[in-house]
């Protein structure tokens, strides 16, 4: 079953503490919201099963429709109900990033800049020290314990947010916490620099096609992340906001980047809500472009901001992107990934 208690904490972080146990170590951060209520992130930098180095990556400028769509959401804890409808982290289909760019680290290791902890030190302790930082902290809330201190930090009552990493896909040990669209992951705002950073963990024993409803891993399916430039068929760009009146005829341009066609019969394009809208099928041939139009019906590009999912003739995710309200602002022209 999914998580028991999904959603967002949105905080100050005051303090940090790295733990270097050989065990299950964690990086842990203390948090306070604009109500003085203190909590605790327990972030994983190692598994407990084979490889035990931690998948990550880290944007720099994290450009996706989710930061919009956590305005509003007040200071403090922010339970999320499941579905795609809200500002819920899901790896698989919210293309939040390229699965084939996560790279591991060792837990902890001498030396700086060298290890998952320092990596989250650096971003972590920019927003200690700036004051208007916050950080969007996504994962399972415990607690409050209200005669329970806090085992890292010794505040009262012991109160926090824990698996804040990707959540689905999991091995058999941790199937139960399989689920959609509740991903952990960390966003840290920097208002005065009107940027986001995105940090997202995963563990290299978790599969990457998983079931649409239950979250499990697909049998029979390769779970690996792609490798870099694998793909064949990629979306290149999208017509999200064409000129003139509703209903727009929205297109979505894919590119076969590979020496050899690719039959596209069956394949679909998908889109946050899950709608989707055909491929017209046959052989796009190497090199080549195909400019798909999604019609009065099916998957719907908002001018909000959205992701776009290109699905394969097996209902499997071939490439995933996303754009914001800014990019398809610009009426007529198309939005280039």
């Known amino acids: 079953m999914p998580l028991k208690a999904y959603g967002v904490l949105i905080t100050r972080a005051v303090d940090t503490r790295r733990e270097g146990a050989v065990d299950t170590p964690h990086y842990q951060i203390h948090l306070t919201d604009d109500q003085n209520i203190h909590y605790r992130a327990a972030v994983n930098v190692l598994s407990q099963e084979r490889?035990?180095?931690?998948?990550?990556?880290?944007?720099?400028?994290?450009?996706?429709?989710?930061?919009?769509?956590?305005?509003?959401?007040?200071?403090?804890?922010?339970?999320?109900?499941?579905?795609?409808?809200?500002?819920?982290?899901d790896f698989v289909r919210g293309n939040l990033f390229d699965p084939a760019t996560m790279r591991t680290l060792p837990p902890d290791a001498p030396g700086a800049d060298d290890d998952l902890a320092d990596i989250l030190d650096h971003y972590v302790r920019r927003a200690v020290a700036d004051p208007d930082a916050r950080l969007y902290v996504f994962g399972e809330r415990f607690g409050p314990e209200p005669r329970v201190k806090d085992k890292v930090f010794g505040f009262l009552p012991g109160n926090g947010i824990h698996d804040i990493h990707m959540n689905q896909g999991n091995s058999r040990k941790f199937r139960g916490d399989d689920g959609v669209w509740q991903d952990g992951g960390i966003l840290v705002h920097f208002p005065g620099q009107d940027r986001w950073v995105g940090i997202f963990l995963a563990f290299q024993?978790?599969?990457?096609?998983?079931?649409?409803?239950?979250?499990?891993?697909?049998?029979?399916?390769?779970?690996?992340?792609?490798?870099?430039?694998?793909?064949?068929v990629r979306i290149v760009?999208?017509?999200v906001n064409p000129r003139g009146p509703a209903p727009e005829a929205e297109t979505v341009t894919l590119l076969n980047a590979s020496p050899d066609p690719v039959d596209l019969t069956d394949w679909r394009i998908g889109d946050r809500l899950g709608q989707k809208s055909p491929v017209p099928g046959g052989p796009l041939a190497p090199g080549a472009c195909l400019v798909v139009p999604l019609g009065a019906s099916g998957a719907r590009l908002g001018n909000h901001g959205g992701e776009i999912t290109l699905l394969d003739a097996k209902g499997l995710k071939a490439h995933g992107v996303s754009y914001t309200k800014d990019q398809a602002a610009r009426e007529g022209w198309s939005v280039v990934f």
């Open 51 to 89: 490889p035990s180095e931690l998948l990550y990556l880290v944007d720099e400028d994290f450009r996706h429709p989710v930061t919009a769509r956590l305005a509003g959401l007040g200071s403090g804890w922010n339970p999320l109900p499941p579905g795609p409808g809200g500002p819920n982290l």
């Open 205 to 232: 024993s978790q599969a990457w096609h998983t079931d649409d409803v239950t979250g499990h891993a697909l049998e029979d399916v390769e779970g690996n992340r792609p490798e870099p430039d694998s793909l064949p």
């Open 237 to 239: 760009a999208a017509l």
